[in-house]
């Protein structure tokens, strides 16, 4: 399956850049504000080795620098070929072609930020169905787009992630709500990041640590809708984890569960 990708370059400021309204300027021949014009030559030489590549497996990509005529102010690269859903595209190659040039792209067929590029500001998704995302939301959108959470659904929760990879989750248990804080040191290094679950400080119950199972089931971990509301917007500001909560350190628990999930694998293998 062929789609088409338009890839370019945020830039330095804290202007909102959703999509869609991107593509329109684009299409339109204008450079959005929050995009800047690059140097697309690096990013040129690297598609052509990832072409030749895809080639050999019988894949066809090409590309256009817009405006054309001159690669030192590209305003954005058009480029097609397999659709990334296409299992020849799980190796991730085009994604590892992109790494450390600071670009971000289109998705013209699935109409959002393409899935393993970043988004301008935020990004905000819904667990019951992942195709639902809002861009760039503010601290006044919160509320209402925490409201949509469907509790009916098998998994009924949001995640809110910004430019840096940092992100804040919350899933729906009953009328409260599991809500986790990650800052990662490097978008590339698993191994650097911390973790946190938020509950209520004036809980005087022993803190149950049921990470590794099902992290809804962890009912002295909740927090009510007001106080999630509150982490979120925090997020959305840019500040550290609000204080008022207590923040449970959960990374032990998270690799301990990686390790017994990559345990189990090798031993069905």
């Not at 140097?39 to 080795?49: F, I, P, S």
Request: overall charge negative.
């Amino acid at each position: 399956m062929n789609a088409s990708y338009y890839l370019w370059k945020w830039a330095d400021n804290d202007l909102p850049g959703k999509p869609d309204e991107v593509f329109a300027s684009l299409l339109r021949g204008s450079l959005h504000p929050a995009l800047q014009s690059f140097d697309a030559q690096r990013l040129l030489d690297r598609l052509a080795a990832f072409a030749g590549e895809r080639c050999r497996r019988g894949e066809e990509w090409t590309w256009q620098v817009y405006p054309t005529g001159d690669t030192r102010s590209a305003h954005f690269v058009f480029l097609t070929g397999s659709h990334f859903l296409d299992s020849k595209q799980s190796d991730g190659s085009l994604e590892k072609t992109l790494d450390g040039l600071g670009m971000s792209g289109y998705d013209e067929q699935d109409g959002h930020v393409i899935h393993f590029l970043r988004p301008k500001l935020n990004c905000l998704i819904y667990g019951q169905d992942r195709r639902v995302r809002y861009y760039d939301v503010t601290e006044a959108e919160i509320p209402m787009l925490l409201r949509q959470i469907d509790r009916r659904d098998a998994n009924p929760y949001a995640i809110l992630e910004d430019r840096r990879c940092y992100f804040v989750q919350c899933c729906a248990h009953e009328r409260c709500f599991c809500v986790e804080w990650r800052e990662n040191d490097d978008p590339l290094n698993r191994d650097g990041f911390g973790h946190w679950r938020a509950s209520l400080p004036a809980r005087t119950t022993p803190v149950i640590d049921t990470t590794g199972s099902d992290w809804i089931s962890d009912r002295e971990n909740t927090v009510r809708f007001a106080d999630m509301v509150r982490i979120f917007q925090a997020f959305v500001r840019g500040e550290p984890k609000p204080a008022g909560y207590r923040w449970k350190d959960i990374r032990p628990s998270l690799e301990r569960l990686e390790k017994d999930t990559l345990h189990e694998k090798g031993a069905m293998t």
